[in-house]
């Protein structure tokens, strides 16, 4: 028989896990060539998840749930999910519903039978969804796609089952900036693709804010491509060049002509275009510093509080 975990990230799904619970494990029960566990990672939460996982687990010996000492982020849920399971088949699924869970069995097929090493869902739909996030979101995937080596899906969703190859492949990628969406899609793999609706919330608020999203989408970006430290090596050369052709001009004219003292609005026009220029090259390089002085730190992506899984079965892997 083989073994299938579902990895359920939550962060403050007080509500939502009892709904999620109802409608999964009737599914898993009925998949029978395979025996489905569960990881639920509470992100910290402030409600009561980690209470309503505790009382999950006694009542069913499926449940299995890690806590965190503080939120952590989606990434590092995610993470403590894949390394604490030792399945076949590994899925990730959000506590919300908003990722249909009548798609698993299908899914699972598509790994265990089809020869796929990856099943995952993809959104073709923006309903519910602001016209400005829609802009910013497809803007954000043809240019990620244009300048780094992982090809982005767009709207691919973390929403997936994969084969236990593919868990080790993420897993041996050690960086602690962790951009899922880019991790998945650079370790390859075939994968089958399963269109899927926005679906509303069942209960609870969205944890995204617009500029959560941005900074996402900017995580993305420096994680996955060197591009924009190209692009600024670039603009640095084409201006230094239209400099030293402008000051040769300069020098050429006062040596024949003389000169005149009138000059400002020439002069503040460059003291700005360069100034902000080195300003934005700066914060470019800013932001690729930053993120090599987290990983040079080597701290945990998550510190677990609680936990109901037995280091045995954890290491295992
Ligand atoms: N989540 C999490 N940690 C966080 C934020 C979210 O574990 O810091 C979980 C959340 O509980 C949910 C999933 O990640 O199961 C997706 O979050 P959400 O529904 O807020 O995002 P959206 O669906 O709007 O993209
Ligand atoms: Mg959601």
Avoid at 2 to 12: A, E, F, R
Wanted: proline share 4%; charged share 25%.
């Amino acid at each position: 028989m083989k073994t299938l975990d579902l990895i359920v990230p939550c962060y403050n799904e007080e509500e939502a896990l009892p709904l999620f619970c109802e409608t999964v494990l009737p599914i898993a029960d009925s998949l029978s060539q395979t025996e489905v566990r569960f990881i639920f990672v509470d992100d910290g939460s402030r409600d009561k998840t980690l209470a309503v996982l505790r009382e999950l687990a006694t009542k069913d010996s499926r449940v299995q749930y890690i806590s965190f000492s503080r939120n952590f982020g989606k990434e590092a849920a995610m993470l403590a999910g894949l390394r604490a399971s030792s399945a076949d088949y590994v899925g990730i699924i959000d506590a919300d519903l908003q990722h249909d869970p009548h798609l698993i069995p299908e899914m699972l097929q598509a790994v265990s039978e089809e020869g796929y090493d990856i099943a995952a869902a993809r959104r073709i739909d923006r309903t519910g969804e602001s016209k400005l996030k829609s802009v910013f979101s497809k803007a954000f995937y043809k240019i990620i796609n244009r300048i780094s080596d992982a090809n982005i899906e767009e709207g691919a969703q973390d929403y997936r089952i994969m084969k236990r190859c593919v868990v080790e492949a993420v897993l041996s990628m050690p960086e602690y900036n962790r951009f899922s969406k880019g991790i998945f899609s650079w370790v390859g793999f075939k994968t089958k693709w399963f269109p899927h609706e926005n679906r509303a919330r069942t209960a609870g608020i969205s944890k995204w804010s617009f500029g959560g999203l941005i900074t996402y989408a900017m995580d993305g970006i420096v994680n996955f491509s060197t591009a924009p430290l190209k692009i600024s090596l670039f603009f640095g050369s084409a201006l230094s060049f239209a400099g030293i052709i402008y000051a040769l001009y300069i020098i050429l004219r006062t040596l024949f002509l003389g000169t005149d003292v009138p000059g400002y609005p020439s002069i503040i026009c460059a003291i700005l275009i360069i100034g902000g220029f080195i300003l934005l090259v700066l914060g470019v390089l800013g932001e690729y510093i930053s993120r090599i002085y987290m990983e040079v730190k080597n701290r945990p992506n998550y510190l677990i509080a609680e936990t109901n899984i037995l280091p045995e079965t954890r290491e295992k892997k």
